[in-house]
Structures are given as C-alpha cells and as structure tokens.
C-alpha cells in the first residue's frame, strides 16, 4: 500500500502521477476508488489492471473507454442508482453478480469505482468482507471510514443483512476458494484442475 502511494508522487514525463479520488488498497490484487479522470490514467497505468468494476447506470466517457482499450482493461459496469430523493435501495442480485466478478482472481488486478467511491462501492466492499468472514464490526467500521460524514444507514443495513450463502455456493462450483491468514487478511486462490477450463453444467429440471 505504502509502494503504491509513493508512487502519486513520483514523476512520469515530468507530470505528476495523481491518484483517483479516496483511491485506496482492498486487497492484494483489489482496489477502490472515486471515479477515474484523466488526470489520472497515469497513475492507474501503473497498477496493471485487467478489469474495473463501475457500479454507475450512466454510460462510461469516451476518453475512459479509450484508456481502458490502449491498456487491454475490461470493462464491468454494473448501473447501481445512487439516488439519495427518493433513497434507492441497493438491489441484491446486481451486487451478487458484481462479488463474482470481484471475487474471481483472472480479473485481478481489479478497480471498483462508482462516482464518489463511498456508497456503492463501500456495500460492494462491505459485502466482500463478509465473504471473506470479517466479523460484522469490522465490515461497518470500514465503511464509514470510507464513507465518512456522508456514511448512510441503510447502506449499513443492507450490508449486515446480505445473504452470501448463495455466493458461496457458486464459488464452489467454479472451483475457487478463500485461504485465510491473520485476522483481516485473507487472500483468494484459484485453483485449476488439468489446466481445462471447468464447464458449467445446466441444472436439471
């Protein structure tokens, strides 16, 4: 982490390299910021990121895509509304499906992002903790750290009462699994059997 915020201080073709907004390390291999501008494409370069997770409904910029295109970075965007009048309510089976991209280590090295990156980015993290087995008080702790004064009750609601069983289930199936070492540390590992990739099965009626 220390490595990575020295960098944002460090001088490529005499420009400064400039971090995202509340641009901060999640994991080994995991990131999450504010939304990327083009001032700081620099320093997201040296990351070498395979994929972003963008959790906005709003159509991503052209001078994005483009940076996205000439570094071979895939695009996920998952149109979360951030409402706040009338509140929109985080809806499950689209942070279910951002998890099992954020959890599947060949999209790693990973940025999530939303606009600010407190709110849906903070439940999408907050609900990968729980994946990952934090107990609860760390989870919310890490939120509104993030979040800040601007933290909302029912982003906390919504991540307490998130039901990860089904993730897990699917974690399974493709053949991944959490090693945990230490008490907030835990790491993914993807393990592959005879160097095939696993076929998903259609489930029986």
Known sequence: MCLIMEAADDHVDGGVLAAPSNFSMVEDGIYRSG????????????????????????????????????????????????????????PKDTVLDALKVLVDVRNHPILIHCKAGKHRTGCLVGCLRKVQRWCLSSVLEEYQKNA??????????????????????????????????????????????????????????
């Not at 910029?61 to 509304?81: C, H, M, T, W």
């Not at 592959?192 to 099965?201: A, D, R, S, Y």
Request: net charge positive; glycine share 6%; proline share 8%.
């Open 35 to 90: 939304f990327p501008k083009p001032e700081n494409f620099g320093f997201l370069a040296t990351l070498n990121l395979r994929s972003i997770i963008y959790l906005c409904p709003e159509p991503y910029p052209e001078e994005n895509l483009k940076f996205l295109e000439a570094n071979n970075i895939k695009l996920f965007q998952f149109g979360i509304e951030g409402k706040t009048d009338p509140p929109t309510p985080m």
């Open 148 to 205: 800040g004064l601007k933290w909302r009750q029912r982003d906390l609601n919504f991540i307490e009462a998130f039901d990860t069983l089904s993730l897990r289930q699917c974690l399974l199936s493709i053949m991944y699994r959490y090693h945990g070492y230490g008490f907030k540390r835990k790491s993914l590992l993807h393990e592959e059997e005879n160097v095939q990739t696993p076929k998903l099965q259609a489930a029986k009626v």
